[in-house]
């Protein structure tokens, strides 16, 4: 019997690899320094929402090799495979394929965040507008 295939296959796939978290949540880990934030939506969407304090901006199309603790172009909080790294997106579709390619690097404690920057925000926690 084939594996179903699609969009919402491969995310059940990836999501089931590793466990995800909610806003608050990642709110507190940020908060106690636990846990990296990462944002990954567009330029367009950052300006049009606004951004979520002490979070760091990683194109996803750059997120691999800023992230990579062994990479020339990682970023300095890129210190080992065992930084926790929160990666959130516009909605928490992207952020999940994201976090599971950061565990194919080795950052085995990467996860993102359900429902992404609009859960963040709906949730009523903290965001810079522009």
């Given amino acids: 019997m084939r594996e179903p295939t699609g969009i919402d296959a491969l995310l059940e796939r990836v999501r089931s ?3 995800r978290i909610g806003p608050h949540e990642a709110y507190d880990a940020a908060t106690a320094g636990t846990a990296l934030l990462v944002d990954i939506r567009y330029a367009a969407l950052r300006e049009r929402d606004g951004v979520l304090p002490g979070a760091v901006v990683i194109e996803r199309n750059e997120l691999e090799w800023r992230l990579d603790p ?5 970023i300095p909080e890129a210190t080992g495979h065992d930084l926790r790294v929160v990666v959130i997106c516009d ?8 976090a599971e390619s950061l565990h194919r ?3 085995h404690r990467a996860t ?8 963040w925000r709906a949730a009523g ?5 522009p």
């Fill in 17 to 19: 690899g590793y466990p």
């Fill in 125 to 129: 926690l903290p965001v810079v507008t």
């Fill in 70 to 74: 062994r990479g020339s172009h990682r």
């Fill in 91 to 98: 909605e928490g579709y992207a952020s999940s394929l994201a």
């Fill in 112 to 119: 993102d965040l359900i429902g992404g920057f609009q859960a």
């Fill in 105 to 107: 690097l080795g950052l």
